[in-house]
């Protein structure tokens, strides 16, 4: 393999560990907290876990390790989505378990949790494993979207642990996966299987974190690579002053990374889900936000601007979501059929049109055809319209185009306009790992080992007071459990690790609105430039805007 000189330069980058951590192994002892109890649904969710429900928040620190000293055979997982920083959380995981006994063995299984049920690994050696620190990428064992959520597949993955010899695993994982990780750690510890199950929290969404977690990782890099990208057109627009960009930016749901991106770069717009949901706004009143700034900095002379569109918007319209329900109801099962025979755009249109309702049809009436044939072509194999797939950065740039002609018409808005279109998720997810991220992901294995050698199970691995630096970092575990709450989903209640919404009345947000009337309308533009891996810390080591709102 040909390398640049930035992987050869990062080979040697030596992640930096918590304080507490950084002493070996024989010296980390484990300070127990509080018992703890569910977010919500306590009676529920103990039920549901009596194994492993309740048990106690722990801290390691520097004293003698009285952990019981026997072989480690340990297995790990990479599931959902890539975020930067994956490679480190097994290089920290294989570090700590061979610091401990270099006979201690790691598997990682393939391909995601499929890897589990269909016994497809690898054993990690450190010639293997020394090619993938601080990159980037979940190249190492790959990835996938599998779910591990039946009893029948516990059963195998039980059945193929105890093949090897496994008594922990470790999942690296968004919300879904830590749930199941705790399922899976219950069905454990009912079954006396001495297997213990770990987690670790990962998505570039964010969109896990809550008082004990104070942010995945992945999200730190992602953020500053959109963010390098955003701040680069931001400056093409301010130079050519010509266009106005449409950016989307990746996140299935919640609209950390738009909101973030914001805060490190300053455009004009940027548009976050969770409000739009709150103020019931329509895409019609949308439509006219940006417009105003549009036409506000038209009057200023400035025909450019940038506007960051969250991927998962359209979702929090609330006419827009009531719409996408009424399609995929018009089009359950063998109505598709007759739909997808009919040989015209205008005869579908016609259909289309006689099976919503009216409210939902004029709402379909607003959107470009491109937008309009997008909710029937891409499907899911539920037939189910794939919300993400739809491009909403040409819909609200569209929509905008429509709504400056009616100003024009009307004589209050004299500009032009001209709009291009971007989409940043995948240049995001396998970058290179920000010095945070490598030491972040790092520490997160590291402390995984650390819960397994303790006999922990059903905990999250646990680094916070992130915000300070490295060394007064804080290791320890959380049980899962403490995050869950009973959800509907899929017709079903089901015990969940509560998914983490922009919280509205949150530092990044109310710092967001402090702010943005002016961004609007000024050319206010910060270019954060390219992520650094070597130079003075604050160059290299600062974390997010919205950690540092939160923990400010
Ligand atoms: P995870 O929640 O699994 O971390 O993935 C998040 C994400 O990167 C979203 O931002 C994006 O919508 C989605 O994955 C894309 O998924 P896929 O890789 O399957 O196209």
Known sequence: MKLSPLQKARYQYNPKLPGMLRNGISEICVSCGSATESVADQEKIKALFPNTYGKNEITFQKGQNTAEAKKQVVGVILSGGQAPGGHNVVCGLYDALKATDPENVLYGFKGGPSG?????????????????????????????????????????????CKKHGINALVIIGGDDSNTNAAVLAEYCAAHNTGIQVIGCPKTIDGDLKNEDIECSFGFDTATKTYSEIIGNIQRDANSAKKYWHFVKVMGRSASHVALECALQTQPNICLVGEEVAAKKMSLAAIADYIADSVAARAAKGWNFGVAIIPEGIVEFVPEFSVLIAEINELLAGEKADAFNALPAWSDKYAFIKNGLTEASF??????????????????????????????????????????????????????????????????????????????????????????????????????????????????????????????????????????????????????????????????????PGAIQYFGPSEVCDATTKTLALEKA
Request: proline letters at 3%; a negative charge.
């Open 116 to 160: 589990l049920i269909e016994d497809s690994y690898v054993i990690f050696d450190d010639e293997y494993i020394n090619q993938f620190r601080n990159t980037g990428g979940f190249d190492i064992i790959g990835s996938g979207r599998t779910k591990l959520e039946t009893e029948e597949q516990f059963a195998i993955v039980v059945e193929n």
């Open 362 to 527: 004029s709402v379909f009436d607003i959107l470009p055809e491109n937008i309009q044939q997008q909710l029937f072509l891409e499907r899911d194999p539920h037939g189910n319209v794939q919300v993400s797939l739809i491009e909403s950065e040409k819909l609200f740039s569209a929509l905008v185009k429509d709504n400056l002609a009616a100003r024009k018409a009307n004589g209050t808005y004299k500009g032009k306009f001209s709009a291009l279109h971007h989409f940043l998720g995948y240049e995001g997810r396998c970058a290179f790992p920000s010095n945070f991220d490598a030491d972040y992901c790092y520490s997160l294995g590291y402390n995984a080992a650390m819960l397994i050698q303790y006999g922990y199970t059903g905990y999250l691995s646990k680094v916070s007071n992130l915000q300070a630096p490295a060394e007064e970092w804080v290791a320890g575990g959380m049980p899962i459990t403490k995050m869950m709450n009973i959800e509907r989903r899929h017709g079903a209640d089901k015990p969940v690790i509560r998914k983490a919404l922009v919280e509205l009345d949150g530092a990044p947000f109310k710092y967001f609105t402090e702010n943005r009337e002016k961004w609007a309308v000024e050319t206010c533009f910060v270019y």
